[in-house]
């Protein structure tokens, strides 16, 4: 489990392709690795990786096939920034909403305009995940934990403050740039039980 509030920013270092999966390696920036230890969990803009192996200021993971097709981690390049977040600890302060680094989709910058100081960025996305957007809802995108501000039918609205443009890669994703998408687990589950119920 995360919490969306990225603690580094790191840069995918090298990518060695394989019949079933790619090998990232990811430079971590500022993201501590004292205690960290192989098997652990580490979110690469929200996506759920396994550690396998460290460098210096770095570490491996493996992206299958099928995670490679669902999500940006298939299209990112070497040189690229990524958001960077470790599992989250038992008594850690939960800043943003649980997340659990599995994506459900993928979804496109439509849009940046100006909003004060802040950012007003809207993403479109598949409508079939358009039922879990609310306004003041929780949305993780790029496994950044974020607010909805508004929703249509295949898009929704946030305000990115600030800070949240400088401390993480997000205004790297220009219109039209693909980002990940996790709804709300709580929506999800919801929606799942009103389902289930009908």
Known sequence: MF???ITAVGRIAEIEKHAAERRLWIETGDLP???AVIGQSIAVDGVCLTVI???EAAFAADVSNETASL???????????????HALAVGDTLGGHLV???????GRVHSWSRDGDSWRLVITGDPSLAAYWAPKGSVCVDGISLTVNEIGDDWFGVNIVPHTLA???LGDREAGADVNLE?????RYVARQLAYRR
């Open 3 to 5: 919490t969306g509030i």
């Open 33 to 35: 690795l004292d205690d």
């Open 53 to 55: 192996e460290f460098g």
């Open 71 to 85: 999500t940006t981690l298939g299209d990112r390049d070497v040189g690229a920034r990524v958001n960077l977040e």
């Open 100 to 106: 659990a680094g599995h994506v459900d989709g993928l």
């Open 167 to 169: 401390e993480t890669a």
């Open 183 to 187: 709804v709300d687990l709580i929506a």
